[in-house]
């Protein structure tokens, strides 16, 4: 079965750091680009960031431009976010998402990132 | 950027009603958008993607149509199952700055 699992969030005071983790089965991970998305409380989806297959591209939102850093480990079959100078505005389920030709064909059940005092 | 304008925002309707969803792009984007269903708590579904390729295992009571700057999201006969958020996804710009639509919430008339 093809399966995407995060891990990682939790609560962090802002201007803290936190690492994502998402690991990946059921599917070759190493010929796939991955990506980020995230969803604050009650709204909407927001790209974060993309990995191609071979780490060669890497993009980012410019809202998380210079804070954030994805990366991957193909031996591993893992996905990696690492997440730096956290705002209140980076509350959010952050989800992995693989892309298949077109982006998102696959995604992970999400894990909660809180940014409090 | 390119933005996308989803409407409506919300939408009550009764099972087996027939519904339609837009996404207008600011700019052209050809056939690169992708829909999305998300219900609470989940993670979102891919639908249909290249605007009107149906995701396998997708029921076919869900089109996608439109090119360029004007795409919609068609349910035939809406089911229970339906009951969910929409979302669409550009994916034409590059470097690659994917941009969702803002969502449609479909609830129960």
């Known amino acids: 079965e093809v399966q995407l699992v995060e891990s990682g969030g939790g609560l962090v005071k802002p201007g803290g750091s936190l690492r994502l983790s998402c690991a990946a089965s059921?599917?070759?991970?190493?010929?796939?680009?991955m990506n980020w998305v995230r969803q604050a409380p009650g709204k909407g989806l927001e790209w974060v960031s993309s990995i191609s297959s071979s780490s060669s591209y890497i993009y980012y939102a410019d809202s998380v431009k210079g804070r954030f850093t994805i990366s991957r480990d193909n031996a591993k079959n893992s996905l990696y976010l690492q997440m730096n100078s956290l705002r209140a505005e980076d509350t959010a389920v952050y989800y992995c998402a693989r892309d298949l030709e077109f982006p998102f064909d696959i995604w992970g059940q999400g894990t909660m990132v809180t940014v409090s005092s | 950027d390119i933005q996308m304008t989803q409407s409506p925002s919300s939408l009550s309707a009764s099972v087996g009603d027939r519904v339609t969803i837009t996404c207008r792009a600011s700019q052209g984007i050809r056939n690169d958008l992708g829909w999305y269903q998300q219900k609470p708590g989940k993670a979102p579904k891919r639908l249909i993607y290249a605007a009107s390729s149906l995701q396998s295992g997708v029921p076919s009571r869900f089109s996608g149509s439109g090119s360029g700057t004007e795409f919609t999201l068609t349910i035939s006969s809406l089911q229970p199952e339906d009951f969910a958020t929409y979302y669409c996804?550009?994916?034409?710009?590059?470097?690659?700055?994917?941009?969702f639509g803002q969502g449609t919430k479909l609830e129960i008339k």
């Open positions: 996804l550009q994916h034409n710009s590059y470097p690659p700055m994917y941009t």
């Open positions: 059921g599917f070759t991970f190493s010929s796939y680009s």
